[in-house]
C-alpha cells in the first residue's frame, strides 16, 4: 500500500499540499520567534560595536591619565650627528656642549703576514696557481707585460707563467720568487717595465700584488701568502706551529678572563672568530686577508685594554695576538667635552648622561667633536596628541551612538535604528556628554574645563571639536602643569571621571559592566527563544506525521471502497433487453 502515500492517488485530493499549508500556518508563532532572535542578533552585534569604541575611548583616558603624559621632554641638538632625549619632568631650558674628543675603543693589532710563503724555497715549479695560496686565485685568460700578452690557466705552475713572461717579452722581462719576502720579481734588460692593459683578462698582476713603477725592476708590494679561513685549523696555512693541544688537537686561549676553546682537526679559523665574537669576551676578532692578519677591538669604547693569555705554542701566537708575536695595542680614548663652560668632563662613552655631564634626565649621544646646544621644551607634540586621540574616541562613541540609536520621519514614515528602544544607551551617550562638559572641582583659578582648552561641543552636534587653536596651544605651551592638573588630578579630575564612567559601562576587573549585562541578557533571552522554537518544531513534526497518517488511511479506505465497486460492477453486469 505504500503507493497510497502519494497524495490524492485514491482519493484525488492533494493533501500533501494541504498538509504543508496547515504547518506554515501553525509555524506562525515559530517564525515570529525566529524574528525576535534575528533582531537580537542585530542587537547584540550593535553592542559589540559599541564595546569596542568605548573600550578605545578608555585607552584614549588612559593616555591622559599616564604619569609623563603633560611632563614628557623633547630635545634636540644642533648638531645633526648627535641624538638627544630628555626624561618625563626634566626641567626645560637650553645646554651649551663642546665635544674635544670622541671615545675610541681600544684595538688589539696582530702581526702581519702570519700566514705560509707560496712556496718555501725560489723552485716553483710544483706550486700551481689553483693552489698558489693567496688571497684570491688567479683567473684563466691574459695579462700584458711591456705590451704583449702572457697566457695562463689556473692548472699552470708559477713556474710556467714566469717562463711565459720571459718568452712573450723576447727574453727582456724575466720572473723570479723570492720565498724570503714572499714576493713575485720582474727585471727588464731593456728599460721600464709596463704592466697591465685595460682588456686584461686574468687578474695574475692584482693577486701578485705586481705594480709598474716605472723602473726595470718591480716586486710584489707585500707578502703573497694568506691564511685559509674556511680550512681547519691544521690546513689553514699558518706559519706558525699550534703546539699548546692535547693529542686530539684540542687547546684553550682567553681574551679578557673569559675561555675560548678549539680544536685544530675540526675548526675553522672562522669558526674561531664567530666563538670569540659570540662570548663574553667584550671584544670583535677580525681577519684582514690583505695585510693577513687579525685584530681584536673592543665592543665598549673608552681607555680600556685587551687582555690575551694562552700556553706557549698557542693559537693566539700563530695568529701574532700576543706580544710575543708582535701584537700591538691601539689604546682607547674617553670623550672630552665641557657644559656650559665648565671644567673638561671625560666619558669613556660616546652617550653622555647624568653620571657624565650632571644633568639629570638628559642623555646625549655624540657622533662628531664641535660645540652645539641641545634644547630641552616640554614634549607639546606629545600632549596634543593624547588631547586629539581623546576627543578623536569620544567623537566615534557619540557618532556611533547617534547612528544606532536615531529615529527618522520622512514623509510622515518613521524608520528606527537597531537601539532606538534601548533607553539605556541612550542615556549613556548623554552621561558621556554631561562629563565632557562639566567643570573639574577645585580648579577655579586655573582650567577647569575643555572650554578653557579651546575645546567644545559642535554647534548643534554631541561632538567635540577645537573651536580655538590658540588657546590650547598655549595652554599647552605656557601652562602645562594647570593642564596636567585638569585632566589628571586624584579621583575629581578629568581623566578619573571618564575612567570610572566607561568602568561601570564595560566593567573592570573581571567584573561585568553595564553593556556586557545587557548582551548577557538578550543572550539569555535568544537561547529560550530557542528551546521555544526546537518545542513548536517538534510538536509540529508530531502533527504533521498525525496528519499525513489519517490522510493515508482516507486514501487506504478510498482504495477499497473503490475496488469493492469494481468487484460488484464486475457481478452483476447490466444487460440489455
Known sequence: MSGLQLSGLASGFDWKTFVDTIMNLERA????????????????????????????????????????????RSAASSNSSSNATAAAGMVTGVQSFNVTRLATPARLLGNANIGKAIAPTSVVSGVTLA???????????????????????????????????????????????????????????????SLGAAND?????????????????????????????????????????????????????????????????SDSLNAVVARINASGAGVTAAYDPVADRFSLLNKATGSLGITVSEGAGGLLGALGLTTAAGAALVAGTDAQFTVNNGPVLTSASNTLGAAQHGLEGLTLTVGATGAQTVTVAADTTGMRSK????????????????????????NGKVS??????????????TSLRAAAFAAVPGLDAGISRLESLGIDFSSGSSLLVVKDETKLVNAINNTPSQVAAFFQQSATGFAARFTAITNGY????????????????????????????????????????????GFIAMETAQAKLTQMQTQLT??????SS
Not at 152 to 171: C, E, K, M, N, W
Open 29 to 72: 508563532p515559530a517564525t515570529k520567534l525566529e524574528t525576535e532572535k534575528t533582531a537580537n542578533l542585530s542587537r547584540i552585534t550593535a553592542l559589540d560595536g559599541l564595546n569596542t569604541r568605548l573600550a578605545d575611548l578608555r585607552t584614549a583616558v588612559a593616555g591622559l591619565s599616564a604619569t609623563e603624559a603633560f611632563t614628557t
Open 387 to 410: 588631547i586629539d586621540s581623546f576627543v578623536a574616541k569620544f567623537n566615534a562613541v557619540q557618532t556611533y551612538l547617534d547612528d544606532q540609536t536615531k529615529v527618522t520621519s520622512v
Open 201 to 265: 683578462t686574468s687578474n695574475f698582476l692584482a693577486v701578485a700584488r705586481l705594480n709598474a713603477n716605472g723602473t726595470a725592476a718591480v716586486a710584489s708590494s707585500a707578502a703573497l701568502g694568506t691564511l685559509n679561513p674556511v680550512a681547519t685549523l691544521s690546513s689553514a696555512r699558518l706559519a706558525g706551529s699550534v703546539t699548546a693541544v692535547d693529542g686530539a688537537g684540542a687547546g684553550t686561549f682567553s681574551i679578557n678572563g673569559v675561555a675560548i676553546d678549539y680544536n685544530l682537526n
Open 506 to 549: 564595560l566593567g573592570v576587573n573581571g567584573a561585568t559592566g553595564e553593556l556586557g549585562a545587557q548582551r548577557g541578557n538578550i543572550v539569555n533571552t535568544n537561547t529560550s527563544l530557542d528551546q521555544q522554537i526546537a518545542d513548536i518544531d517538534r510538536r509540529l513534526v508530531e502533527r504533521r506525521s498525525t496528519l499525513e497518517a
Open 131 to 193: 693552489a698558489l695560496g693567496t688571497s684570491a686565485t688567479p683567473t684563466a685568460g691574459f695579462f700584458t707585460v711591456n705590451g704583449a700578452r702572457v697566457t695562463i690557466d689556473p692548472a699552470d705552475s708559477l713556474q710556467d707563467v714566469f717562463a711565459r713572461i720571459s718568452t712573450a717579452t723576447g727574453g727582456t722581462v724575466t720572473a723570479s720568487y723570492d720565498p724570503a719576502l714572499d714576493h713575485i720579481a720582474l727585471a727588464s734588460s731593456a728599460g721600464p717595465i
Open 570 to 575: 464486475n457481478a452483476f453486469p447490466t444487460t
Open 416 to 429: 528606527t535604528s537597531i537601539l532606538s528602544s534601548n533607553r539605556e544607551v541612550q542615556r549613556w551617550g
